[in-house]
């Protein structure tokens, strides 16, 4: 049987992604438990902190915050290991020749993956809310594809960009960081004043989160127009990035 | 047969910088520093062609480039200017065992190396018996891979990358991992692909492997082509150019070219005298002639491996007449006896003259290479035979 490279190349990227979050959760079930934990106890602290300290009265905040929390979860971490799986992979990288794109999108499908089975859980805590259910709650999907281009199209531009700066990856976490705060994963964006909310929907995952929350918790349809900006622009963002990555990644080879 | 490696003025430089500048905070604080550049031009305007089931060698010092222009026919690095085309399948690997990792287990790494050596899912599924029996690991395959020696990590690599369905393999060093066992095991390999019509491009630094098995051998000295031909040729070539002697010429023959060494080979199983066993061997010599000559005379100089010459004598010397020289094959040998050789690496040059010894019809240096093991214990250049008393 003759088998086209093509198909060859999705075996191997399919084997790249088991194999990547084999090694990313290994000790199999622990390790993963852990994965699935990490945003429900930045949950439970958070939690703790603005409904029992400062006293925060908003209608389904646990869910609200969880599915927050959760989002950028998977952002910080697809984009911190996809920028950082070129140099991560060096050693392969030099000694054998496979489409070079492979190794990001393989770290940051891996990233995807625990994100969903974080979806699930948060399902999970959903039935158990007072929120009746909704076929509608689906609609997130769409949107989930368009935060995992983003994810990817950062992780393609500056995977390239790190190899020429090494500390590139130390500005990114700093940049998670201070934005982690700049987007309302914490506080519902009606608590920022008026004139700033237009700054806030700058950054395309203001975007992402309130869309999310809006179909799952809210049960409601997000705006077209609002929607079709968004995906506009994480598709020029892709193009972008995609030109980048096919640009440079033979160059890098020699620098890693 | 067809070309299926051209490469056509391929020339490759790598740039480096006086100044590194390779964070953010470097450029920040080097701001108004010109970086300036040294190049390092590591291929220079390279043309071969390899043809199909060729044994192609690559041959050079450390630096020489040997490894850069194997990683741009792999597709590893571009090409700074001229082209590289490559015909057929490639095995884009330079090494055994690309993307082991000691946290899976042997199996998972089967699964894992194979598919990056461009082998699918059922293929592998297919020759998984063929690999597991041929590494000789069959009980240790659920085992992490960490917790292998590294000569069973080696074992398990091979036997996965000789299943790869490529046409074209490129070895780097690979060879220079393994016991001896393991390495003739490879070349029985080696030879059964070459028979399947496969083509491997290999480079090495053990002459002896390069000259026994290469079709052909690139010999790079600084990115440039120093020698392109038959393996004999460029290997003694190299040797003369690296070896302590520093001839010009190697096989220097008498103006009319009309008489060579063939062959020249003896009886020792590879190469080796062990003389706790035997210390007697026999060298077979084959010469072919354009003419007929009554009384030619056989000479031999016995260099050690520092090229301290230990012993030199010819037929006429030792009265000893050899056999007349006619036109076309001949075949001489010598008996060399009780040879009272230490252990180490020793040379035979050879050559054939006239009877008056007033003109060698061919002189070859190092034409002949072989090993010494010897557990006397003594140090020099012979062992003495010594009573204390």
């Not at chain 2, 056999?323 to 001489?332: M, Q, S, T, V």
Request: one cysteine or more.
């Amino acid at each position: 049987m003759i088998l086209t490279q093509k198909k060859i190349n999705y075996e191997l990227l399919w084997r790249f992604i088991k194999t990547d979050f084999k090694l990313r959760y290994y000790g199999s079930f622990l390790g993963f438990f852990w994965a699935l934990l990490k945003p429900l106890f930045i949950f439970a602290v958070l939690y703790l902190v603005f409904t029992v300290f400062i006293n925060w009265n908003i209608l389904n905040y646990q869910l609200y915050l969880l599915l927050g929390i959760i989002i950028w979860n998977f952002f910080a971490e697809a984009t911190i290991n996809g920028i950082n799986s070129l140099q991560n992979k060096s050693g392969l990288l030099k000694k054998v020749y496979f489409p070079r794109i492979f190794v990001v999108i393989s770290s940051t499908t891996t990233s995807l993956l625990v994100f969903l089975l974080n979806i699930l859980v948060f399902f999970l805590f959903y039935i158990f809310s007072d929120l009746s259910f909704s076929l509608v709650v689906f609609f997130f999907l769409p949107y989930a594809i368009i935060l995992y281009f983003l994810a990817l199209s950062i992780s393609l531009s500056l995977s390239i960009l790190q190899v020429y700066f090494k500390d590139l990856i130390q500005i990114w976490e700093i940049l998670l960081q201070a934005f982690f705060y700049l987007t309302p994963i914490i506080y519902p964006i009606s608590l920022v004043p008026e004139a700033y909310r237009h700054f806030l929907f700058l950054n395309p995952l203001t975007g992402i989160i309130q869309y999310f929350r809006l179909i799952i918790i809210e049960h409601k349809i997000p705006s077209v127009l609002g929607t079709f900006y968004l995906f506009l622009f994480v598709f020029l963002f892709f193009l972008i990035s995609y030109y980048i990555f096919n640009k440079y990644s033979k160059k890098i080879i020699e620098l890693l | 047969m067809k070309n299926v490696v051209v490469v056509n003025n391929l020339s490759k430089t790598f740039k480096i910088p006086r100044i590194k500048k390779d964070t953010v905070r470097d450029y920040l604080f080097n701001l108004f520093f010109k970086n300036e550049f040294f190049e390092l031009k590591v291929l220079n305007d390279l043309s071969f062609e390899i043809k199909e089931g060729e044994f192609f060698g690559i041959l050079g010092e450390n630096g020489s480039g040997k490894s850069t222009l194997l990683k741009i026919i792999a597709g590893i690095y571009p090409p700074e200017s001229g082209s590289v085309f490559v015909g057929k399948k490639i095995a884009p690997f330079l090494e055994l065992g690309v993307g082991f990792n000691g946290e899976l287990s042997a199996l998972e790494n089967v699964y894992l190396n194979a598919t990056i050596l461009g082998m699918s899912k059922l293929e592998i599924k297919n020759k998984l018996d063929e690999i597991i029996e041929f590494s000789e690991l069959s009980s240790f395959m659920q085992q992490k891979l960490k917790n292998f020696s590294s000569g069973m990590q080696v074992r398990l690599a091979f036997s996965i990358a000789i299943q790869s369905n490529a046409d074209i393999f490129l070895l780097d060093e690979v060879l220079a991992v393994g016991d001896l066992n393991f390495q003739s095991k490879c070349f029985d390999k080696f030879k059964k692909l070459k028979q399947e019509g496969k083509t491997i491009i290999f480079v090495s630094h053990d002459l002896n492997n390069l000259r026994k098995f290469s079709d052909k051998i690139l010999y790079l000295e600084k990115g440039i082509v120093k020698a392109l031909g038959d393996a004999d040729s460029v290997v003694d070539k190299y040797v003369s150019e690296h070896s302590f002697f520093n001839n010009a010429n190697l096989d220097t023959k008498n103006p009319q070219n009309s008489v060579e060494f063939k062959k020249i080979s003896s009886n020792l199983e590879s190469d080796e005298l062990d003389i706790s066993l035997s210390s007697s061997f026999k060298l077979n010599i084959k010469v072919k002639s354009k003419f007929d000559y009554p009384n030619p005379v056989l000479g031999f100089i016995l260099y050690n491996q520092d090229g301290a010459k230990i012993f030199a004598t010819n037929s006429l010397l030792s009265n000893n007449p050899i056999k007349a020289l006619k036109k076309g094959d001949n075949e001489y040998s010598i008996v060399f006896k009780n040879l009272r050789l230490l252990t180490g690496k020793y040379y035979l040059t050879l050559a054939l003259s006239d009877e008056n010894l007033f003109s060698d019809f061919v002189w070859r240096d190092k034409a002949y290479c072989f090993y010494v093991k010897n557990s006397v214990a003594g140090f020099g250049i012979i062992n003495i035979e010594r009573d204390f008393l």
